[in-house]
């Protein structure tokens, strides 16, 4: 016989999209969270705040949002995931918001991934988050130091396999060696706005 008390399981939960008792711990904050979201093409991150009508976003920034600044290299690297955070940083400030905290979601939390690497751009424009320095990836793979390298190294090995690894940063008229350069270019107008 069936247990007439059955209760549905919410939907959100069912699909696997939300653990709520997670959210329900970054809900006692009582700040604003900061939520980073990752897909193979791009990075988002957004500072949302709890409203019982429905979350609040009070900031939003893509890695697509980096080619309107003039970014020409790949949108979904540590590079452009940290630039990302930069530029939610300094629509966090136009926001009047100074703290926030961590939500990234059911992703696994990897050392030096791309979602901390967006934490570090946020942290590094001057908003408070709670984090440990050891999870964000080192200064020079941020910059783009690791594929300056690895490019440097094929165009002395094998200029075939160079010209298809970096095709597309080829097109976009960026040559992959100058890569920290051009990072150092888009932060500072990102600083600057």
């Not at 949002?65 to 939610?88: E, V």
């Not at 703290?99 to 050392?111: C, Q, R, S």
Request: aromatic share 8%; with cysteine; net charge positive.
């Amino acid at each position: 016989m069936a247990d007439k008390n059955y209760t549905v399981v919410y939907r959100r939960k069912r699909s696997g999209k939300t653990n709520y008792k997670k959210r329900l711990k970054l809900l006692f904050s009582l700040k604003p969270r900061l939520v980073v979201r990752k897909s193979l093409k791009s990075t988002m991150v957004q500072l949302v705040e709890y409203n019982a009508d429905g979350d609040k976003i009070l900031a939003t920034a893509c890695s697509k949002d980096l080619t309107k600044l003039g970014w020409k290299g790949n949108t979904s690297n540590l590079s452009s995931a940290y630039l990302t955070g930069l530029l939610l940083g300094q629509k966090a400030k136009k926001a009047k918001v100074t703290e926030a905290i961590l939500d990234i979601g059911l992703n696994t939390p990897v050392k030096g991934s791309r979602l901390f690497a967006s934490v570090k751009g946020v942290i590094d424009s001057g908003l408070k988050v709670p984090s440990g320095n050891e999870i964000f990836p080192s200064k020079d793979r941020i910059e783009g130091r690791h594929i300056v390298n690895y490019a440097l190294h094929l165009q002395k090995s094998d200029m075939q396999k160079y010209e298809k690894q970096f095709s597309l940063y080829l097109k976009q008229g960026l040559k992959p060696e100058t890569l920290v350069n051009h990072f150092a270019e888009i932060k500072n107008k990102i600083v600057q706005q």
